[in-house]
């Protein structure tokens, strides 16, 4: 059993006109997904949001607008993944970042994580993910989109 802690980041990363960043995952072909990732020792999660934009992205999170959407979603972790928490645990709690960048940006994969990347409009990209959580942060991205 691992040691990862039950709490989480989803960060969307968008452009100024709706476009979503997907990251498809090196150990899951097909699992489309934004910046996802377990906090570290006690580090605030705005932290954790801006040390997974550069692990998955390479993308320099203080250069751009990241912001904390105040949502926190609760969840069973797939029975594939559970083996990285410790025994018993089997929910995590993940909190929802934005970091709006002003176009689509190339990015530099962790290619441990990620083996492609693609941009897409904010609903396509809703419907690719695997993740429900994932789903409902990108429909609610027009909501975080300059005026």
């Known amino acids: ?10 960060v969307v990363i968008h452009s100024a006109d709706g476009q979503a960043l997907l990251i498809e995952r090196a150990d899951r072909a097909g699992f489309w997904q934004s910046v996802t990732g377990s906090r570290e020792g006690q580090e605030a999660l705005i932290d954790t949001a801006r040390r997974e934009v550069r692990e998955e992205t390479g993308l320099d999170a203080d250069a751009y607008q990241l912001s904390d959407w105040h949502i926190t979603n609760r969840y069973e972790i797939y029975p594939h993944w559970r083996h990285r928490y410790p025994p018993g645990v089997t929910e995590n709690e993940e909190h929802v970042f934005g970091l709006l960048l002003p176009a689509p940006l190339p990015v530099t ?34 909501r975080h989109l300059p005026s």
């Open 109 to 142: 994969l962790a290619p441990d994580e990620h083996s492609r990347y693609q941009w897409l409009p904010w609903a396509e990209a809703a419907d690719k993910v695997f993740s429900p959580s994932n789903a409902e942060a990108l429909r609610l991205l027009p």
């Open 1 to 10: 059993m691992g040691n990862k802690q039950p709490v989480s980041v989803l």
